[in-house]
């Protein structure tokens, strides 16, 4: 517990990721994180976590809410050590968070 020498003030926070089915999602979420203020997002679209390094003033609630407003969902698992999602999800095929097609949900430019 003595890490915290070079960056005061400054939380790491672990988000599960849910709803990314492609990579490009990973980047989508990313963008949507890295907007807000002082904030630092990695995603890593295979094991569906985000790294978020965030000034120590910001609210979890509100990183969670941005992925949301992505269209996809966030989770806080330090909190919630458990959340019994295990039931055999969907298959990734071609479908996005909203249940849209993947041509219509991916934007990218
Ligand atoms: Mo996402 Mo992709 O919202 O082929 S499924 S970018």
Redesign the pocket.
């Known amino acids: 517990m003595s890490t915290a020498v070079r960056t005061v003030g400054v939380t790491d926070i672990e988000l599960a990721i849910g709803?990314?089915?492609?990579?490009?999602?990973a980047?989508?979420i990313e963008r949507r994180l890295n907007k807000l203020d002082g904030v630092t997002a990695t995603v890593n679209y295979a094991t569906e976590k985000a790294r978020v390094h965030a000034p120590a003033g910001v609210d979890p609630a509100a990183l969670v809410a941005a992925v949301e407003a992505?269209?996809?969902t966030a989770e806080l698992p330090r909190r919630r050590a458990r959340t019994s999602r295990t039931t055999s999800g969907p298959t990734p095929t071609?479908?996005?968070?909203s249940g849209s097609s993947?041509a219509r949900?991916?934007?990218?430019r």
Request: overall charge positive; glycine content about 14%; charged content about 20%.
């Open positions: 709803g990314m089915t492609c990579a490009s999602c980047n989508r992505a269209g996809y071609g479908r996005c968070a993947r949900c991916c934007r990218h």
